[in-house]
């Protein structure tokens, strides 16, 4: 037996013996009776920071496996002649209020982005834009899908009165998650 295994071993067993049996507070989730088990690395280090180290922080980062798409930029008005017949009412059937505009953050993807048709991304989906100007980069959500004849497209929705015109070609586009 090694002196490394032989330490090992009296560490266990000592935390062993100063660990109380019984359980102070009989309505946690943890069998009542026994005290969980430490292994002789959990002894080293203080409850307060093993508790600490296990709480998740919920932000907004990257999907470390979600790749950055190339995409042409465009701006799309909620009017008949660049939508269909009915223009307030999104492909995932969510409805435009009148006040609508580029604050709203909503975006239109061509089909062959979407998971439906084979794509990345899906309705619902947050996006990260960046490449057009500063003024509309940022967090976008994917809300409405463009004609079957574009490829490698987004359209940021805009009302009339913004007066946009806007064709960026090489915009990046990637797919955000909450952690």
Same mark, same amino acid.
């Given at each position: @037996?090694s002196?490394v295994?032989?330490f090992?071993?009296?560490?266990?067993a =000592?935390s &062993?013996? #100063?660990?109380p049996? *019984?359980?102070?507070?009989?309505a946690t989730n943890?069998a009542s009776?026994l005290?969980? %088990?430490?292994?002789p690395l959990?002894?080293?280090?203080p409850?307060e920071r093993?508790? =600490?180290?296990s709480?998740? /922080?919920?932000?907004?980062e990257y999907v470390a496996?979600?790749?950055t798409?190339r995409?042409?930029? #465009?701006?799309?008005e909620?009017?008949p002649?660049q939508?269909?017949d009915?223009p307030f009412v999104? &492909?995932?059937?969510s409805?435009i209020k009148?006040?609508?505009?580029?604050?709203?953050?909503?975006?239109?993807?061509?089909?062959?982005l979407?998971?439906?048709?084979g +794509?990345? %991304?899906d *309705? +619902?989906? #947050?996006?990260?834009?960046?490449?057009?100007?500063?003024?509309l980069?940022g967090?976008?959500t994917v !809300?409405?899908? @463009?004609n079957?004849? !574009?490829?490698h497209?987004m359209?940021?929705? =805009?009302?009339?009165s913004? /007066?946009?015109?806007v *064709?960026?070609? +090489?915009?990046?586009?990637?797919?955000? &998650? %909450?952690?």
């Open positions: @037996m002196s295994q032989l090992l071993d009296i560490l266990l =000592a &062993a013996l #100063t660990a049996l *019984f359980s102070s507070s009989p943890e009776g005290v969980k %088990f430490i292994t959990e002894v080293s280090r409850a093993r508790v =600490a180290k709480k998740v /922080n919920k932000s907004k496996q979600s790749p798409y995409v042409t930029a #465009t701006i799309y909620a009017v002649g939508t269909d009915e999104t &492909a995932d059937n409805l009148p006040h609508y505009g580029t604050k709203k953050r909503w975006m239109a993807l061509s089909r062959d979407l998971k439906r048709w +794509g990345g %991304f *309705f +619902g989906d #947050t996006v990260r834009v960046s490449g057009i100007s500063k003024k980069d967090v976008y !809300h409405d899908t @463009m079957q004849r !574009h490829r497209c359209d940021i929705l =805009a009302h009339t913004e /007066n946009l015109d *064709f960026t070609k +090489g915009v990046k586009i990637q797919k955000v &998650a %909450f952690e």
